[in-house]
Every structure is written in C-alpha cells, then in structure tokens.
C-alpha cells in the first residue's frame, strides 16, 4: 500500500474542500451561481423538504471532517483510500438524501455534489479531484439553492 504524505496545510485544505459543508455563513459571493438543473426546467420548490435536505447533506458533511480530523489527530499517515473511502461515503449519503427529497433545485444540486464526489473518489489523486472546478461548482450550485431555500450554509 503507497502512502500519501500529506502536510497539516494539505490536510486542513483537503477538509476544507472535500468537507466544507460545515459552515453556517454565506457564502462570500456577491452573485452565487444559480443551481442547475437536469432537465432545464425550474424544479418544484419544497421548503421544509430542502431545508431538512440542507441540514443532512450539511451533518454528512461535519461527520466525515470529523473523521478525517480524527484520523489525522490519531498520529496516522492518511492514505488515498482513506480520501477515496470518506468521497465514496459522502457520494452515497449525499446522493441517497437527494434522491430521497425529491425534485427540487436543492435536491438537484445535491446530486450533482454527490456524483462529483463519487467521480472524485475514482480518480488517482481524490484530494486533487476533489478541487476541481466541478466538484467546486457543485458546492456552489448547492448553497445558492440552499440560500435560496433560506438555509444559510456553506459547502
């Protein structure tokens, strides 16, 4: 098994882009983008079904962090399949929690976060995948809906 050498900077970064679905501030944006949608039509808006949707893709996020802190504060060296392991974990819940809450443009964007994590935990590097500018737009797409929801988070 190759390990990864990763330093405290690489490490609080990777969290930071991989898990950032933490924060409750807004987003520093003037103009968040506008989620997108599959179909091109405007999903059907459902408050109280993308606030809770929000919230989960949010605490999904906040345990897997957890856990990478946890594995770095253990002393162990992190290792691709640990980056591919916590991006596989955060693929299914996300996209589990999205299929589950419907068609709204918060459950779109949810899924397109969990399909560039799943696309990310594929990749040689998942750290550097995981800083596309996909996986960031998604992060993007996903807290414009969400603010648009009215649920002021981050990812």
Request: hydrophobic share 45%; aromatic share 2%.
């Amino acid at each position: 098994m190759q390990l990864i050498r990763v330093s405290p900077v690489v490490l609080a970064l990777a969290s930071m882009v991989l898990l950032g679905a933490c924060s409750d501030s807004p987003s520093t944006s003037s103009a968040p983008p506008a989620p997108a949608t599959a179909t091109g039509a405007s999903p059907a808006p459902n408050r109280a079904g993308d606030a809770k949707l929000c919230s989960a893709v949010q605490k999904i996020g906040q345990d897997l962090k957890d856990e990478l802190v946890g594995i770095s504060q253990s002393g162990k060296e992190p290792t691709r399949d640990l980056f591919t392991g916590i991006l596989q974990k955060m693929a299914e819940k996300v996209t589990a929690e999205a299929f589950a809450a419907g068609d709204s443009a918060v459950a779109v964007a949810a899924r397109q976060l969990g399909e560039q994590a799943s696309q990310a935990a594929k990749e040689q590097d998942p750290v550097a995948a995981a800083s596309s500018p996909g996986f960031e737009k998604a992060g993007s797409d996903l807290t414009a809906a969400c603010q648009a929801a009215g649920v002021a988070v981050t990812f």
